[in-house]
């Protein structure tokens, strides 16, 4: 009762008239907004596909460039271990040479250890150098420089000499005993004591020779290298001390 009546005639018939050109209005405002959203996305969709050509270009591009570096690298890899395994065969040759050497200055010295007196002797007359054959001595004192006579070409000499004066007595004393034995020849008595009488000097020069090294040397006499041949020195001259 106190809101006012509305005609319902005049409310539809005035809302309708109102209502459509406002929805045509908005709707021509909507179908005029709709080719612009369309070209929107026509714009957005070639933008894409521009941005996709470009990262497929830009794709083959770094793929390419990663192609050409890992060639490179490679190409660095290959002639690092090329100069590596060239370096290494260098190496183990010379190492392979080196212990060549060596072994052959051992065997070298080996051999000169091994060798007599007399042999020693009739090297370095020949002049021929032999490795290894003496020892450091202290040469200041009396036996160091009594070692270094000992071990001297004129001492060995001396000793070679004497060694073929001996040798020589041995065969002319037998010679000349079976010249008495076999010949039935006069037999001079004085021969005999002369001969007799060299192979005692030959035989104290022996002993002299022997016992000098004895003291000298002392330990390395007979542990010390060549001891075998001092050992059958000693032998040979105690043999000619019990036949004299």
Known sequence: EVMPRIDTNVVSNTGTEDVLPVSDRSGARTLGS??????????????????????????????????HTSSIDQNALDHTSTAARRMRAQVTHRIAKGLR??????????????????????????GIKVAGERSSTNTNSQDGRLACFLKSGLFETLIAIIILLSVTLVGVASDYDLRCSLRKDSCNSNTRVILSQLNIVATVAFAGETLLRVFVLGCSFWCGAGWQWNL?????????IIEE
Do not use: F
């Open 34 to 67: 709709w080719p612009r959203w369309k070209s929107t996305m026509d714009s957005s969709s070639s933008r894409v596909t521009t941005q996709n050509s470009s990262i497929c270009k830009d794709g083959k591009t770094s793929l390419s460039g990663t192609d």
């Open 101 to 126: 050497k060596a072994t052959m200055m051992r065997e070298y010295e080996t051999y000169n250890n091994n060798l007599g007196h007399m042999m020693l002797v009739w090297l370095h007359k020949w």
């Open 232 to 240: 059958m020195d000693v032998v040979l001259v105690t043999l000619s």
